[in-house]
């Protein structure tokens, strides 16, 4: 099976492709942080990270997708423009005929590390140990996106 998973955020969208293949390890091959600027109006962010998307779908051609959903405490208006890039994916990837899988941190943060309430910190350590990762300074956000990846081929059968 290959994923494409996403961290959504419309600043910065970590993106990743894993592929495993009948009981093998997960594989990474492709990841990447893509950004926008704040420059831009908001709509512009959502299309460039919609077509960031589109062209992610149709190189590396995943079976499913997989999106981490919304979690803030503090900022209403930065959670409800991360739900709306959340929204423009699942409805890019199920526009393309994609089964979309959802997990929240806490599920991410139990697949990669046992301990539903790890810090970013332990995603971070724990990520390389469970990937053969190449060796390049990686953002948080794309780090996750892998997270989120590594979730999704533990859970789907």
Same mark, same amino acid.
């Given at each position: 099976?290959?994923?494409?998973?996403?961290?959504?955020?419309?600043?910065?969208?970590?993106?990743?492709?894993?592929?495993?293949?009948?009981?093998?390890?997960?594989?990474?091959?492709?990841?990447?942080?893509?950004?926008?600027?704040?420059?831009?109006?908001?709509?512009?962010?959502?299309?460039?990270? &919609?077509? $960031?998307?589109? *062209?992610? +779908?149709?190189?590396?051609? /995943?079976?499913?997708? %997989? @999106?981490?959903?919304?979690?803030?405490?503090?900022?209403?208006?930065?959670?409800?423009?991360?739900?709306?890039?959340?929204?423009?994916?699942?409805?890019?990837?199920?526009?393309?005929?994609?089964?979309?899988?959802?997990?929240?941190?806490?599920?991410?943060?139990?697949?990669?590390?046992?301990? &539903?309430? $790890?810090?970013? *910190?332990? +995603?971070?350590?724990?990520? /390389?140990?469970?990937? %053969? @990762?190449?060796?390049?300074?990686?953002?948080?956000?794309?780090?996750?996106?892998?997270?989120?990846?590594?979730?999704?081929?533990?859970?789907?059968?």
């Amino acid at each position: 099976m290959r994923v494409l998973a996403f961290d959504p955020g419309y600043e910065r969208l970590g993106a990743a492709v894993l592929e495993k293949e009948n009981g093998k390890k997960e594989i990474l091959l492709h990841s990447e942080c893509i950004r926008t600027s704040a420059k831009l109006d908001f709509s512009k962010r959502l299309m460039e990270l &919609g077509a $960031a998307a589109e *062209a992610l +779908i149709k190189k590396w051609k /995943p079976d499913a997708v %997989a @999106l981490e959903e919304v979690f803030f405490e503090k900022n209403a208006k930065t959670a409800m423009q991360v739900a709306e890039v959340r929204g423009a994916l699942a409805y890019i990837a199920a526009s393309k005929g994609l089964v979309v899988h959802h997990y929240t941190p806490g599920e991410v943060k139990i697949a990669v590390t046992g301990y &539903g309430r $790890a810090s970013k *910190a332990d +995603i971070l350590l724990m990520v /390389p140990k469970l990937l %053969a @990762l190449p060796p390049r300074v990686r953002l948080d956000d794309e780090v996750d996106a892998i997270a989120v990846g590594i979730t999704c081929l533990a859970s789907v059968r």
